[in-house]
């Protein structure tokens, strides 16, 4: 591979997971409203939550717009939009310097304070 390419390698492995762990996430907020619609068995919201966390919350937030699911339902859009929050920090981060220097000194003044204060 050519020098230039080397540094987006990591891609080749960060695009795929990506890809199928959004297809699952819409795939599972379709089968939860389409379970919601018909009375059936439902998928959890740590679930749906989880998937979320692990990558999956550009399509959650797409299944929640196109098919008008979960979204009222409290806490679990305030816990999607944390998500969605921490990972578009987390992403700022890895791509500026300034901004990781930020999140670093700011998780590190919240460590001080659990560790000072929780015990």
Known sequence: ??????????????LPYLFCVNLITYLLFAWDKHRAANGGWRIRESTLLIW???GGSP???LAQKV???KTRKQPFRTVLNLIVLGQ????????????RSTVGAGLNGLAQFAVRYLG
Request: charged share 10%.
């Open 1 to 14: 591979m050519p020098e230039t390419l080397e540094p987006f390698a990591w891609l080749v492995i960060v």
């Open 88 to 99: 578009v920090v987390a992403l700022m981060s890895l791509f500026h310097p300034q901004i």
């Open 52 to 54: 979320s966390f692990v």
């Open 67 to 69: 098919l008008r699911h």
């Open 59 to 61: 399509s959650a937030k």
